[in-house]
């Protein structure tokens, strides 16, 4: 890019309060090791169905208990099955209180805090077909599957203990993936993640200093990529990775799980797009999405300034000890050149 | 491991407050992508010295230039190089205020905030041999890079605009390494990034509640690993990593660069050990370290409860999107079943 010799700069966001170091000339640097970000045969090992994959169409008694199945009264011709992970991070059966004392300092007198791993644990698969991928998808297909995770959301809100709920997508093994078979995860939790409260704290501060939201209020002149009716696509100000996109709603929401049929068509089509520009143009990379909601109990004073978001992250290198000791991110390429290459991309 | 049908469980740490999901089940699950850890082809990509690495001894000149050298009077016999890093992520000549004003925001209206990327990336260069790494140094040979960060900060910490140290390691393409010979790395910031700054109010908090320093008083009990005279090893209460690793001194400091000679040598010993240790039992896994200090400029209230360590962590898994977008990590090992396993590990 001709932009390398440009100068580095740090930068900081409204939403996260996170820094990063934008660095072109690092993109410069040598390597000795052979490249392992393969993206097209890391990203799907093999398009032919397999008859050894769980997630694949008649396949179904491999899984794990299946939650919901959309539509909902399908038989073998499914679009989108929520089941639950069978391997979970969290267990349903868990209690919230850990009985296990020698390690239980909660009060606060050492800091230390231990808690037994309740929690839910899905897996969405998005299509019964082994080579579809998400963005292959109509764009009617993409919405049943936003709106699958709509709809396990707002079960999960009613348990009780459930204070959040983090869906997210793993695409190759470089994204972490396991499994190639088309999937996203969900995991609720009765605890709030960091990185969700440092947002709420972020977002409430901006709204304190200017009586805005945060994301009903987001720049979008150069960082711009798409925009729908009620959705804009834009590369972050302060990216911490190349070509990260966010998917913003236009209008103010604070919950993913308000979307409705009509803006999950809306959010499907511009989410496909997105997917295919960053495929065509990074060669189809592994990638993460997450979906940054509010916590689930959220109060009505939080409501005006807490914002939901799509976070879109290629994964194009590895990080390193820097990132992991500051959680400051070096990125080599401007958010500003990132949206005009990606918007100026033609999908045909 | 007898444990994989042991409880998930949250944990949260006091140095930190960062939240981990232990969960041993984790481990049992399959994947259809090829492995990509392989541990010693992908960290050591040829043992042989190589005429084209700029880091081998007869290749000085193509390094970018050398800021000094261990010994000091040493010539072709050297020992540890510090030199400039080519390809810095901060610019010496940066100035600290962008002028770019267009997104020049630090007033916080918009709570955005760009600088210019000024700071210093430096590269430590452990050995004058392609194929000796850290820990096949002689324990006073590793007494003299710990003893080259301790120069390098100082002559940092002299200067006005700097306010944070970041000293880290990457070993092998899997924990980002771009170049196999053996060396770290010296990131000088103006700001002080995230990570140190949560640390400091934790620490903070702990002091607060207990009139203690949280490091200082740190139980040990199934945790400890080894101990030397001057540091304890120990798998850390909320690991956020299969087998991540803390070495802490046993005597209250706030700043690396406090590390006089005699004590850089029964560090240099643990450090030694902890690696050779983590090489046998994961088969010379990519690793990162970093060593955790306090800002610069700390106040003297500050003192009581700032207290610096080395964290380091094997790279034996992907993160995937659920860690990305929570900042909680999911850890398949009990970090008690870690330090039982590296305490009965002998090294001969
Ligand atoms: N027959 C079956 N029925 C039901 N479920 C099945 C199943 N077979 C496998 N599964 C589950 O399917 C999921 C597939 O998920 P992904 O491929 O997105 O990544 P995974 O969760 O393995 O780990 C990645 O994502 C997590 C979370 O970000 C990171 O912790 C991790 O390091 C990273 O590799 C796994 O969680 C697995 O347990
Ligand atoms: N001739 C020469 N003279 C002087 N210096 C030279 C040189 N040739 C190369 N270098 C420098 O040597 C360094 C080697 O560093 P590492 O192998 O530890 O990882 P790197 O910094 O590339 O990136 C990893 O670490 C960083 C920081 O954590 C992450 O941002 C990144 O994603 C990850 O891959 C590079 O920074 C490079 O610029």
Redesign the pocket.
């Known amino acids: 890019m001709a932009t390398a010799n440009r100068n580095p700069e740090i930068r900081k966001d409204a939403v996260n309060n996170r820094l990063v170091i934008l660095s072109p000339a690092r993109s410069r640097r040598p390597s000795d090791f052979k490249s392992k970000f393969q993206a097209k045969s890391d990203s799907n090992p093999s398009s032919n169905a397999q008859p050894q994959c769980?997630?694949c169409a008649g396949n179904e008694h491999?899984?794990?208990p299946e939650i919901f199945r959309m539509p909902e009264d399908s038989s073998s011709d499914w679009k989108v099955r929520v089941?639950?992970?069978?391997?979970?991070?969290l267990s349903r059966d868990a209690l919230v209180k850990s009985d296990n004392k020698e390690y239980c300092h909660s009060s606060g007198t050492s800091g230390e805090m231990s808690l037994g791993g309740f929690g839910f644990?899905d897996?969405i698969i998005e299509s019964p077909v082994h080579s579809v991928h998400l963005p292959d998808l109509l764009t009617s297909g993409v919405a049943v599957v936003l709106l699958a995770y709509k709809k396990r959301i707002e079960q999960l809100s009613a348990i009780d203990s459930i204070n959040y709920v983090q869906v997210?997508?793993?695409h190759g093994a470089s994204a972490?993936?396991?499994?190639?078979h088309s999937?996203?995860?969900i995991?609720a939790l009765p605890i709030i993640p960091s990185l969700a409260s440092n947002r709420l704290s972020s977002m409430e501060e901006y709204h304190n200093q200017t009586g805005k939201c945060v994301l009903c209020n987001i720049h979008t002149d150069k960082l711009l990529i798409d925009e729908s009716t009620h959705f804009i696509s834009i590369s972050p100000f302060a990216s911490t990775f190349p070509f990260e996109t966010w998917i913003v709603p236009r209008f103010h929401s604070s919950h993913y799980h308000e979307l409705d049929e009509n803006k999950a068509i809306d959010l499907g089509g511009l989410l496909k797009l997105t997917l295919q520009k960053l495929s065509i143009q990074l060669n189809d990379p592994p990638y993460?999405f997450m979906i940054h909601t509010s916590p689930l109990r959220v109060t009505s004073s939080e409501l005006p300034y807490t914002h939901w978001y799509i976070q879109i992250v290629p994964q194009l290198s590895t990080i390193g000890g820097f990132e992991m000791g500051t959680g400051c991110y070096i990125n080599p390429v401007f958010p500003e050149d990132a949206a005009k290459i990606l918007r100026e991309l033609e999908v045909v």
Chains 1, 2 share one sequence.
Do not use: R, T, W
Request: with cysteine; proline share 7%; glycine share 4%.
């Open positions: 769980p997630f491999q899984c794990a089941i639950e992970n069978l391997y979970p991070a644990h897996v997210f997508k793993n972490g993936a396991s499994m190639s999937h996203s995860q995991l993460n």
